[in-house]
């Protein structure tokens, strides 16, 4: 039998260059060619092989010093741009400084300062807009030889130049080492900030993006400065960037904290709508971001966009995150007049092909119900209207958006149960199975057979999640206490599941307390179970105030996306907060007192999963009698704890316990329910500005080291 053997190469010795081996390979490379090769195309790609290196603060590269000075002399127009800051083309010297200034080597970093600062005085603007650049390029290699030169000083005085693209790059090239500094100042008074906003029609789509960000960092010292500002950068609302749209609402909104006439305040909130508007002409990229930072700015300024309802209804070729995005912005400007119009269009929306989009749509109409009371009524009849068609997923966004309105406006549309339960069998998603359970729970007294439903949830008990045997739990000690012959054998039975045929603490510690509760006294237990629920509200996801102060400082950046603190998105960026001045209007500024109320415990979100009453009622009882028994000394070890709980439920309630056939269990107490809310608060410390001395003494300088 004849046999094949894989087939191997043979080994010519080759092995992966060091970097040894990488810098005599490239010596080579500039030293060959000769003759033969006219167009010097072996000495480019070498040139260009040693920048990517340098660039990527590869050291080695500096033994080829003298080969590529050997290269001087070659009269390569794609050459010189690598070098030769001394041509009479001030393309080449450009180019040449920028090469030198991206690579990360001392001795180059070293040799670049002499050449920037030569440069700073060159004759043509396109060369000292570059190396204006390039400063800030050089603070990124080494902060400290750029703060013990000249060149920040040097940088503030092209701010005199006469070329507004140069004045707009020295004034971007500021920014970024104030950005990236600790110990520099930047200061803007308003003759800067009044020179700088003079050049702005001359500059480029960048110059102008620049300058308005540096804006941002000028505080009015008087309402008047704030407004004759904002009117005299307005015009670039209508710019055909979107970048610089942005970035101009993004300094008015900060302007308007400074301005104390509401009336200039208004005018302003009407001039920030159109272009809003207009950027939703763009592409589904620009769309999103205007719409998120549309989000933002009404939390902030609600007048912004007040009679535009109509241009945020979704087409039918936007993307799933634009519709989603558009149908938030619906919600929060839905109200009184517009309702049925808003309906009409949700009902649409409600019979699309997306699955997830008609959800959103559901969801939006049962949180219309809660938050204008007029058209409850309307909504449920399309909610009802909707839960017709006996489709899935639509049943089961709308069974939990009632159980929300059933919160909102107890003992009013009860009348619906009976339609709910007609789609028991629709049901199999946890949330929806928790709100259908909390509703039977809730109404057991007014549910005929509201003890058979509950049971045909029970036999699936132990292969629930988690959320659904929550309420469950809660829906079966409800019916007890209001029905007492018909939850009598079931009490018992959940009871003895949830503690000890279960791993997960939250229900134990639950069904303990509970225990507690009905072992005691039936009237506290009553209270505390069936006792009055905390109002809900139907509002959007709300910031926290000093979120959406640091937020409207961010406009049209990246963290508005996320409508996360800048640190979040960007970990080395600056936290920005409103510097005081006498012309800040404080009492404007969102605080918690003049905001609604940020609370996920009460607060419906069309992005979460909706709140959850009963589960949140029972989960802070049972965190209070986790307190309550800690305060008294508890004790830590675990041992003494269960003993503790077996001579607690022996001792007290004993023919109560016995009458409902509930055993004695060794597990101990404590946990949470896991539902607590968290929150992210930003304490950053206001940031402190100096203002230079105006008039005599004031030299335009805008860092001080």
């Not at 007609?422 to 057991?444: C, F, N, R, T």
């Not at 230079?692 to 805008?702: H, R």
Request: proline share 5%; aromatic share 6%; glycine share 4%.
């Amino acid at each position: 039998m004849a046999m094949f053997l894989a087939y191997v190469p043979p080994d010519h010795g080759l092995r992966p260059l060091t970097l040894q081996g990488k810098v005599a390979e490239l010596r080579l490379e500039l030293n060959s060619g000769g003759k033969k090769d006219k167009n010097f195309t072996q000495k480019k790609i070498a040139l260009k092989k040693i920048v990517a290196n340098m660039t990527m603060s590869n050291n080695e590269m500096v033994s080829l010093f003298p080969d590529i000075i050997g290269c001087m002399h070659i009269q390569s127009l794609e050459i010189k741009k690598m070098y030769d800051m001394e041509d009479p083309n001030p393309l080449v010297r450009a180019l040449a400084l920028r090469t030198m200034s991206y690579v990360h080597v001392k001795e180059f970093v070293e040799a670049t300062v002499p050449l920037v600062k030569r440069l700073l005085r060159d004759a043509d603007p396109y060369v000292r807009k570059t190396a204006a650049f390039c400063v800030a390029k050089l603070y990124d290699h080494d902060k400290y030889m750029v703060e013990q030169s000249d060149l920040i000083d040097r940088l503030n005085q092209l701010l005199r130049d006469d070329n507004p693209t140069v004045v707009a790059s020295a004034l971007a090239g500021l920014m970024d080492i104030w950005e990236r500094s600790d110990s520099i100042k930047l200061t803007i008074d308003y003759s800067n900030a009044s020179k700088m906003v003079a050049i702005l029609p001359d500059c480029s789509e960048w110059g102008q993006t620049y300058i308005l960000e540096a804006l941002m960092s000028y505080v009015p010292q008087e309402s008047g400065e704030a407004t004759l500002l904002a009117e005299r950068i307005a015009p670039r609302l209508s710019h055909s960037n979107s970048a610089v749209v942005l970035t101009c609402i993004r300094v008015i909104l900060y302007l308007m904290n400074y301005i104390a006439d509401e009336k200039q305040i208004s005018a302003l909130c009407r001039k920030l709508s159109p272009p809003l508007v207009t950027l939703l002409a763009k592409g589904p990229e620009v769309q999103y971001l205007a719409l998120r930072n549309a989000l933002l700015i009404l939390q902030r300024r609600p007048d912004v966009l007040r009679n535009d309802i109509r241009v945020f209804f979704c087409k039918y070729n936007d993307p799933i995150y634009v519709k989603v995005t558009k149908l938030e912005l619906i919600f929060m400007l839905a109200n009184e007049k517009n309702i049925d119009e808003v309906l009409t269009e949700l009902r649409e929306y409600a019979t699309e092909v997306d699955v997830h989009f008609v959800r959103k749509a559901v969801r939006a109409i049962g949180k219309l119900a809660i938050k204008i009371e007029p058209a409850a009524r309307a909504c449920i009849n399309l909610l009802l209207e909707l839960v017709a068609t006996k489709v899935p997923y639509i049943v089961q966004e709308a069974t939990v958006v009632i159980r929300n309105i059933f919160r909102k406006y107890p003992n009013q549309y009860e009348s619906i149960i009976g339609t709910l339960c007609e789609h028991l069998d629709s049901l199999d998603e946890p949330e929806a199975k928790a709100a259908m359970v909390w509703v039977i729970g809730q109404y057991a007294a007014r549910i005929e057979n509201s003890d058979v439903l509950l049971e045909d949830f029970l036999d699936s008990f132990a292969e629930e999640p988690v959320e659904v045997q929550l309420a469950l739990l809660t829906a079966t000690v409800k019916l007890f206490i209001q029905r007492p012959t018909k939850g009598q054998d079931l009490v018992p039975k959940v009871l003895k599941w949830a503690t000890e045929e279960t791993d997960n603490p939250d229900l134990r510690d639950r069904a303990y307390m509970y225990w507690r509760l009905l072992s005691t006294d039936m009237n506290v237990a009553k209270q505390m179970v069936m006792g009055e629920k905390p109002p809900i509200t139907a509002e959007s996801e709300k910031l926290d105030p000093q979120t959406l102060e640091e937020m409207c400082l961010n406009v049209g950046t990246l963290a508005t996306i996320y409508l996360k603190p800048v640190q979040t998105v960007f970990r080395s960026a600056r936290p920005r907060r409103l510097a005081d001045s006498p012309a800040l209007q404080k009492h404007a500024i969102p605080t918690s007192a003049n905001l609604p109320a940020f609370d996920t415990n009460k607060n419906l979100s069309m992005f979460g999963m909706g709140g959850q009453p009963a589960v949140l009622q029972a989960g802070g009882a049972q965190q209070g009698t986790a307190n309550a028994a800690a305060g008294n000394g508890a004790p830590a070890d675990m041992a003494n704890a269960v003993s503790d709980a077996d001579a607690y439920f022996a001792g007290i309630g004993s023919q109560q316990m016995a009458a409902m056939g509930i055993h004695e269990a060794g597990d101990s107490f404590g946990g949470g329910n896991g539902n607590e809310a968290s929150y992210v608060v930003n304490q950053y410390a206001p940031q402190q500005v100096f203002q230079p001395a105006q008039g005599v003494g004031s030299n335009g300088d805008l860092l001080i080291l």
